[in-house]
């Protein structure tokens, strides 16, 4: 199951650094309701030595059962924020950080960063954080901890079967 999907946009930033491995920073700095761009469009709003800012709007972000748990880490967390991830693309010359995903979900945000992506966070606005609590409060169902009970150490049966679990036998 999915919700009905969210359009939002984003505000990229670069920033310059006075690092000379790093010279600039690009980060997202707002995410709205989408302004009607082109699916991934963007337009440039500033453009100078000190800031440049791009829009980038067309994203739909949708709530799945099957991620529950990863809005759970969320909307759980001190700071329940928005996951954007990014790559640096050419537009016309310049290099800017174009938004290729972005999400809601914890779980989902740390495979793109296993991934390899960059993936950068906004916090989320009271209304969308009482909206995913409320997505989370009817789908998220926690998996039940099964306690494992350890054999004695003073032999018999339940050592061996340990043992056998484990891929061999201890003692041999």
């Known amino acids: 199951m999915e919700t009905d999907a969210l359009k939002v946009a984003v505000v990229m930033q670069r920033v310059p650094l006075a690092n000379r491995w790093q010279p600039i920073q690009w980060k997202p700095i707002d995410i709205s309701a989408d302004s009607g761009l082109q699916d991934g469009g963007g337009r440039c709003l500033r453009n100078d030595e000190a800031d440049a ?16 748990e990863g809005y759970f880490l969320n909307v759980d967390s001190p700071v ?4 954007i991830m990014w790559r640096i693309e050419d537009i016309d010359g310049a290099e800017v950080a174009v938004p290729k995903q972005v999400t809601l979900s914890y779980n989902e945000a ?4 296993d991934g390899g992506e960059q993936v950068d966070t906004l916090p989320a606005s009271p209304d969308i954080v ?5 997505f989370v409060q009817q789908h998220y169902r926690p998996e039940v901890k099964k306690k494992r009970r350890k054999p ?6 339940g050592v061996d ?11 041999s």
């Open 161 to 171: 079967q340990m043992a056998r679990a484990e891929g061999g036998s201890h003692g």
């Open 53 to 68: 800012r791009w829009l980038f709007g067309g994203y739909e972000v949708r709530l799945y059962t099957d991620e529950a």
């Open 80 to 83: 329940p924020c928005w996951f």
């Open 130 to 134: 009482a909206h995913l609590g409320a």
């Open 110 to 113: 740390a495979r793109l960063m």
């Open 152 to 157: 004695s150490f003073e032999g018999g049966a």
